[in-house]
């Protein structure tokens, strides 16, 4: 076995040469796995197509909102039970999407009294 290695790469150590025989009589491979483990995505290709279109139909829409709507819709979100706002957003970023706070306006502030109000302060 040491003779086999040592032709291959010299450095390599009999531990070494016999892991990589073993691994080929036991699995039939002499490379390294494929990488996998870890976690799997939340929402496909076509979910989080839908949760920007959500968005797009609505540009006013609040994460919460989104969130309520996703957990809400068995039709296009089946199996989703619960989905944070950090998730909502990395999404959203990742399709160039930014939410920001949105508020109203109060009438009060361009009324004509208001803009009286500006012009004689003005002239004062």
Known sequence: ????GQRVQP?????????IIRTFREENRTQRRPPGGG??????EEQERELVNMVIAN????LR???RRV???????????AISLSTIDRILRKNQFRMK???HVPFERNSD???NQRVEYVQV
């Not at 076995?1 to 086999?4: C, N, Q, Y």
């Not at 450095?11 to 892991?19: D, K, M």
């Not at 976690?39 to 496909?44: G, I, K, N, V, W």
């Not at 957990?71 to 039970?81: S, Y």
């Open 59 to 62: 540009n006013v829409i609040r």
């Open 1 to 4: 076995m040491r003779e086999a």
């Open 101 to 103: 706070q949105v508020y």
């Open 39 to 44: 976690r799997l995505r939340l929402l496909s």
């Open 65 to 67: 909102e989104i969130q």
């Open 11 to 19: 450095n390599l150590s009999r531990f070494t040469v016999a892991s």
């Open 71 to 81: 957990i809400e819709d068995d039709h296009h979100f089946r199996g989703i039970n």
């Open 113 to 115: 009294r208001v803009k």
